[in-house]
Every structure is written in structure tokens, then in C-alpha cells.
Nanobody
Framework: EVQLVESGGGLVQPGGSLRLSCAAS????????MSWVRQAPGKRLEWLSS????????YYADSVKGRFTISTDNAKNTLYLQMNSLKSEDTAVYYC??????????????WGQGTQVTVSA
């Protein structure tokens, strides 16, 4: 059974940092494309970043490029999203997903339950 379990969300002040984790199981993590996606209140899903860890390729949306860093620890089957210089507009539920392809949602076959990130003073 495939499972993706996010953690690390919370309340942070503008300019602060958080690191999200996504523990994966039930599939070959090291050769699977993985992504982070978020959904702000009242808005559509927004693709943020994808990683192809076996070839060390990463991709970012313009909205987070230079502030967020995606990475994996294949020994722990864990996906990370380091988020720096957080802004109020980063407030959203953050999901990890198995797959990649930007906003082509049919490319993602499994999703985590999401973790809330709130950026507020």
C-alpha cells in the first residue's frame, strides 16, 4: 500500500523558515519522481516543485524559486521541502505527491493528506 505522510507544517512569521517532510512507503521511492503542491484557501492547486532524485534534477515554480528547496533522503524514503523567506501568500495546505508534470494533475498517482502552513505575524 502506497502511503505519503507529510509533517512539519505550522505557524511561522513572515520571513521565517519551515521544513516540510513527506515519509513515503509502498513503492520504490529512489526512482520515483516526487513533487510538492499547495492549495491556498479559495484557490486552485498550485504546483511548486518536482525532483527526479536519481538524476539529481529539480524544478521549481517561479513563485518559490530561490526561496524553496526540494530534496530527498533515499535511505529514509523521505521527501523534503525547505521553505525560507516565507510570505503571507505562502499560507496554504501543502501536499506531497508521487509523480511530476507541473499542473498536469493526472500525472500524480498518489497524494499525502496535506500539512497546513500559516505565515502570519
Amino acid at each position: 500500500e502506497v502511503q505519503l505522510v507529510e509533517s512539519g507544517g505550522g505557524l511561522v512569521q513572515p520571513g521565517g523558515s519551515l521544513r516540510l517532510s513527506c515519509a513515503a512507503s509502498g513503492f520504490t521511492f529512489s526512482t520515483s519522481a516526487m513533487s510538492w503542491v499547495r492549495q491556498a484557501p479559495g484557490k486552485r492547486l498550485e504546483w511548486l516543485s518536482s525532483i527526479y532524485s536519481w538524476i539529481n534534477n529539480t524544478y521549481y515554480a517561479d513563485s518559490v524559486k530561490g526561496r524553496f528547496t526540494i530534496s530527498t533522503d533515499n535511505a529514509k524514503n523521505t521527501l523534503y521541502l525547505q521553505m525560507n523567506s516565507l510570505k503571507s501568500e505562502d499560507t496554504a495546505v501543502y501536499y506531497c505527491a508521487k509523480g511530476a508534470g507541473g499542473s498536469r494533475w493526472h500525472n500524480y498517482d498518489y497524494w499525502g493528506q496535506g500539512t497546513q502552513v500559516t505565515v502570519s505575524a
